[in-house]
Structures are given as C-alpha cells and as structure tokens.
C-alpha cells in the first residue's frame, strides 16, 4: 500500500518537472536546457518575497511565475531569435543560459538550510502504514491538474491550437497567419512558468540548493528521453514507469540505487527503441 | 537486351495517417526497360520512389530487386545493391566543389567492390563523369562551389552523383522540373545514351512531351493508385488519364 | 552644397597569385614563408613552451591548455559530423577511470594504462551512444548531456571505484616532461590530423552526413557506421587526455564528470570558431590562462564561461580563427566613391 501511494507522488513529482521542458520543447523545438534553473530561480525568487520583502506567500508564489515567465520569454525574443535556425547554436545558448543563472545563484550562496519554502498546507496524515504529508497531496493535485489543463489547453484554446500547428509544421503554420516567433517565445514563457510551478510544489518538502538546478534538468531530460519528448501521455507513463521503479529498489534494495534506476532506464530505452515509448520523435528512415 | 525480371513491386502500400499515399501498386520491370512514371501532383510518385529505395517503409507489400527481397532495407543497403536515385529537389552539398559532390558514391562498399574508386583517385573519376554529363572539364564549372551553380547544372549534377554509383537502376524524380527547354534538350539524348548502354531506367516525370520522346513504356498514378500501364499512346487515349489529367494540360 | 565623400570597404586578397583549390605554385621566399608560417608557428611555440614555464604554476596551466584543448578538439570533430555534443565529460571522465582503475586495482603501468583507456574507452562510449545515432539533433545533445552527471550521480551512490573520495595516490609521470610533451603532441597531432582528414575523402563523406545525410544514404554509404566511427575517433581523443589527467594528478574522482569539461571546451571551440579545429585549439588557449587569472572570482568561472558562450554566439559566431584567417588572407582598404 505505502508503495503505491510513495509510487504515485514520487511519479507526479517526477512529470511535474518535466511537463514544462517537454511543452517547449514539443512546440518550438527548442531544447529548453534553463529549465532546471528556472526552476531553481522561481523557488529562490519566492524565498526572497516572503523573507526579504514580506510579501505574503501566495502573491510572491505567483509574482515568481510571472517574473520567471517573463525571463523565459525574454531568453527567447532576446537571445535564441538571433541564433534561431542553427540547432547547435539554440542548444548551446540555453545550457549556456541555464550555467549563468544556476552559478550566479550558486555564488550568491543561496543554498542550505535557511532557505526553505513554507509548505502550502501544513500537517500529515496516515494511510495504512504509509505517513503521507499534506504538501504531497497538494502537489500530486497540482500535477494532475496540471496535465488535464495542459490538455484542454493544447486541444481548445486558440493558443494551444496555434501551439499544435506550429509543433506539425512551422511554414504551414506561418502561412496560415501564426506568427511562429511570438508562440515559440510564449511556449518558452509557459515552458518556465511551469517550471516554476513545479518548483513551487516540489521545494517545499526540503530545502533549497543550487544543485537541484541541474538535478532537475537530469530527470526532466531523463523522462523525456524514456517516454518520448514533445507527447504529454509518454510524459505521464515515463514519469509513472521511473516513479515506481525507483520507489520498488528503494523500498527492496537500497536508497541509493534511485539514479541507477534511471540510468538504467534510459540506456534500455535507448537500446531498445531510442526514441522514446509514445516517440513521436521520427527516426531517420520516417523522414519524408 | 535481355529478357530478365530486375524489378518487381507487389501490393505496395503506404499510409500516413489516413492518407493513402500509395495504394496497392504493382508492376515489373525488364532489365534495360525504360519505364516512365506520370501523374498529376500528389499522385503518389515520390512517395512510390521513397518506397522503392528505401527512404519510407511500406505499410504492406513487396519490392524485390535482382531476385533479392529489398523491402523496407535501409536507403544505402539498397543504394548498394544497384538502385541510384535522383531528388526532386536538387540536393548537393553546396560548400563544397561540384566534382567533390561526387566523393560520397564513390567511397561507397559498392564502388569500392566494382573497382575504380580507388584512393587518390576519385578526382580523377569524378570529374570524367562530370564531363560525360556536361560539365566541361576544362572549364571552371566542375570546380566551382555547388552553391553556386545555376539549377539546371545542379539537377545534372544530382544525376551524375546517381551515375557516379554506378547503377543497374536508375531512377529519377522529376529531373527535369525546372530545367530550361535548352538543358532538357541537352540531358536527355544523355539519358537515352545511358539506357542504350543497358541501363534500366525509371523516370518520373510532369514534362510529358519529353518523357514520350525516350520511353517505351508509361505507368500512371492518380490518388496513390496505378490506372494505366502502356505505351504512351495507347495510355494517353484512357479515359480515366484523361480525366486524372483534367485541369492540367495534356501534352503529346 | 558640397558633397559629403564617401568611403566603401573594399577586401583585397593578400594571397599567393598562382594557386588553385589545392596547388599553390611557390615563385619566392616571401610566398613559402606566407604559406608556411601559419602553419609552423604554432607547432613551434607549442613544442617550446614548456622550456619557459618548466616546473612551475603555468606548466600546470599549459598541461591544463593542453587538456581542454583536447577535449575542445574532440568535440569539434563531431560537430563536423553534425553531432553536438553536450558531454565531453562523457569522454574526459570515462577515460579517467579506466586509467585510473586499471594502476590502481590491477597495479598496471602508465604505459599500457593510457592507451588502455584511449581505445577501450572509446569503444565503451561508442557502444553507449551507438543507438543515439539513429536519432537526429538535439537528442543527441541531451543524452549526452545527462550521461556523465548520471555516470558521477552512479559513482556517488553506488560508492563504486572509490566513490565519493576517488582513486588515490596512483602513479605518477615518471617526469614533468613526458606528461607536458604527451599533452603537447596530442594535441599537434589532432590539430593537424583532424585537419587533414576531414579535408580527405573520408572527411567529405562526414561532413556530407552533417550537411544533408539523405544524399549520403543514397549514395549507398552507412550513415550510422561512419558517425559511430566518428564518435570512436572524438572519443579516443577525449579519453585520452582523461587518462593523461589522471596521472598527473595521481588522483581520479567523480570531479571528471563534472559540467566543467564539458562546458569550457564548448566555449573554447565556439568562441575559436567551430569547424577549423585551430579555432578550438585557439579558444581553450585563450580561456583557460584567462580562467586561471580570473581564479579569484571562484564559483562564478563557470557562469563566465556561460557569459563567453553566449557573447561568442551573438557576436562573433565565425569565431575568433575565421576572423584571423580572413585578417591574414585579406586586406581591408577605403575606397572613395
């Protein structure tokens, strides 16, 4: 019992932090490699809200996704619109982006046991044997809720539909009047926001540091690359596969052995069928 | 000419999605047979010569060539096994020298096995082939950066690669789409030499006139479906071409 | 009213009158030397080096140049092929702990450790990434991205060959010079090889998968063995300086996987300017005194690296050789119009 509800948080976090690198990337086929440290920036900005600025919880939650929104969106108008077209210069500016904000805050030393976000709700309750916090309730609610919003926003809305077209084909999309630069720009806005988002659920449960910048860029990457970048239900399964296979050796073998589960994971798929379980990512022989 | 099966294509099929692109076609080919390939636009051409050479997977269906069973091998099995094939739009590497454009087939296990892409010396071929094809070697043309050549140079040039592998198929994706009427003049009596010589060739092709002028034999597609395989003559007066021609000028 | 005089940038080339792609017809002394210079200067100053800086700090910086050179090197060679790594550390930390393995559980020498983990660590890295291979672009980017702080995670948590506190105490370079001097005609020896072959017959066929690999496949050539066989040559290159490091320092840890050996070849190479391999040689030569210099600023290094990255991209995204090599080819003069 304890096994399928650990399962089931450790998977939502697990699709929390890669929902957002997976939507940018779905949609302008950009490698959003900043992602851990948006991420990382939004948990870091709230903290200064709340303890410098006195600014209640809630507003400075949603302040930072605004600010990091903004910064995600400014990444892209400012700096990959110069370089766009050139993949190795779009996946070498973000990493590159994403090594400035990540040792800035590292220098800064926010990192360590002060910097700890309040939870949104505090208190834990017992199912079973299983001693569950309301903060993970909260954030397997926020990560469902995500992914059914990210749906109906993706299959609905007119931005979402503009954000499909342009994921197909971006000339077609341009000739039917979709400025491909302004969505690309806001996929980025959204990609970081929810980053943040994700963030703000996930660090809570333990305190800030800077290398989880780059441990969160590992797993979102790593789910992406098992379940198949750019589809939401391979999101969802990958991060369900990997959840669960982590908390199974955990709970039978050792604690340590979680990173191991995802290496292994990814070097299986990548034998296997490299593109990822729902894949859409074509393989060269597809390409017509 | 001798008598003798080289290609074969049963029940080929390919779906994207809902669409069709080609649907159930079957023909075969003689070897040293000159088969022209028409259709209007989006007829399945391209995609059937995708199929052929491996470049798409079939959804169902058979491709055997030479005896041997090619179906859904990768593009450079069958590049080696003898099919060469041409694109429609003009592909080269555009930095680098025509001639120079030539090295990849000649590096190829296939060459290497037939003799004459030798080290320090597929300059050499390279540049003979370009001038069989046009490309003075005296002049600067086969020199030049690929960018920089005018279109039609750079269709002969997609050729000369084809011919550079030394095929037992040719096949060409609409090698004369915008090509002047002076550069199809010129290449085509070059194609005709190449069939000549024994060359199994298969041409899809929208310029009619001059397609009827070399081929003997003509296969039409519409909606992914084969409707008429014949003379030219004798498929041109169909009905069912003619209204698939429909909207679209019907030459010859 | 007078008319304002107006002035055009007018380029003339400096070079030598009678040459074609590849012959150059030599008539003085001056052409030999317009012709050679480039070429020697640099081997030159590189093999003297180690006189002026014998023994001290800055050898430790030259060995140090050497390094990330190599790396820079190794990644320029794949993205020639079209593949953009983001792990040279990949490379780097996997041929440190084959070497460093080996001399420390099976007591071998530094002479059969090094090529040791050269070639076998190449083979390793090709064989994990040989599946990548079929997928284009940045996937490539990412898995190799994830792959090395996965490997240092695994070593952390695993508290396999010696874990967090690393391999100690293994043997050293009998002497200072054989470590700089390996270092030194490693990376002369890529610089001008890696010239030479791409410009070769096998070096048109990798660089036609980079361009346009539908062309190559139709040429009837293995898209996947020729970029495996890339990988294998970057490879090599990268774990050998790993295991050169690792002597050196007598001392592997899972520092080797670190961002670092990834990140400041890629600055190296993008701000010398990717595809000329000098550039890469020239950009590590340039960052990593300039990061020793700029020891004091600690932990913010990296984010400086980053700061060149993106400088380098906007600004100059020829990279600094391109910009040499045309200087050195061309004159700029105004002319009025």
Redesign the interface.
Known sequence: MEIVIYGITNSVTLALMAIGFSLTFGISGVPNFAHGAFYLLGGILTWIFINQLGIPYLFSAILSVIIVGLLGFGLYWGLLLRLRGLVVNEVIATLAAAIVIIEVLRYMGFSGFTYVLPEFIKGSVNIGKAWLDYQRIFLVGIGVALIIILYFFTHRTRVGLSFRAIAQNERTAISLGIDSDWTAALSLAFGSALAVVAGLAILPLGSIDTEVGYDILIYALAVGIVGGLESVPGIVLASFILGFCQILVATFFKAQWLTVVTLGAIVLILAVKPSGIFGKYKELEERV | MQDEEILRVEHLTKRFGGVIAVDNVSFSLQKGEFLGIIGPNGSGKTTLINLITGFVKPTSGKVTFNHTDITGKAPYRIACLGVSRSFQMARAFHKLPAYKNLIVPLYSPRVKRLGGGKYGERDDVAIDLLDDLGFERDSAVPYKAAGSLPHGYLKRLDLARCMALRPDLLILDELFSGMAMSEVAATLPMIEKFNREGLTIVMAEHRLKELFRVTHRVMVLNFGQKIADGTPKEVMSREEVQKAYLGTEVEG | MAEAVRYRKERIDRGIKAR??TIYVLSSFRDMVYLFLPRFLPIILLLLLPFFVKGGYWEKVLFYSCMFALLALSWDFM?SVGL?S?GQALFFGVGAYISGGLNHYFKMPIFLTIPIATLGGALFCTL?LF??L??????F???T???P???A??IE???ILGGTHGLLSLTPFPSGWLSVYLAIIGVIICLFGFRKLISE??G??L??IK?????????????HWYKAQAIFIAGAVGCFAGALMTHYYQFVGRSVFA?DYT?LP??GA?LGG?GSFAGATIGTFILVPLSEVLRAL???R??L???I??AA??IL?EGLFHYIERRYHQFERDVRI
């Open positions: 074609t792609d993205a953009v983001l994990l599946s990548v079929r997928l284009r672009g940045v996937y980017s990412m898995v991205l994830i792959l702080l996965l490997f995670h695994l948590t695993l508290d017959d096998f048109l066929v660089r036609g361009d346009d690999d539908r062309v190559v496949m139709a040429g009837g050539i293995n898209i961002l990140v890629l600055a993008v990717p600690g932990g913010l990296m984010a690296y980053g700061v990255l993106i991209l906007v995204p």
